[in-house]
């Protein structure tokens, strides 16, 4: 158990804090609730959200808005990246979770990211759904298991 705020802001601080400054990006936390806890393993969850957050900058222009937003449904704990990168080409968007996929728009990496991440959300009961629109950016949702005493 721990909290999701906490470790997001770690994880942008610690890690792509220079990324952010010097791509001039506009970073946006949106929370309805501050003491959000999931039940899940804390190293598993910060892979997933290294791979999105680093996918969010990478492909976002310098100047653009990352918005991440939190909030807690009946069952799970909702994390949302959006970005206002260049996008997944239709074509692309059906394949992106298959492992060793890079689709056209790809920058760099292996093509296992978002394989891996959705093994891993699988691996905890949650859940992952990339909606993109070429030219206009991505948002990738993930559902947790909400913490419960």
Partial sequence: MFFLVRLICDILLKLYYNDILLKHLVF???????????????????????????N??????????????LWKGQYKAFIEIIDQGRGIPPEDLENVKTKFY??????????IGLALVDSIMTALDGTMDIKSTLGRGTVVTLGLPIYKR
């Fill in 56 to 69: 969010a900058i990478k492909y976002s222009a310098p100047g653009g808005r990352i918005t991440v937003k």
């Fill in 102 to 111: 890079k689709g056209s728009n790809s920058v760099r990496g292996s093509g």
């Fill in 28 to 54: 946006e936390l949106l929370l309805s609730s501050d003491s959000l806890r999931v039940h899940a393993d804390m190293g598993k969850i910060q892979q997933v959200l290294y791979n999105l957050l680093d």
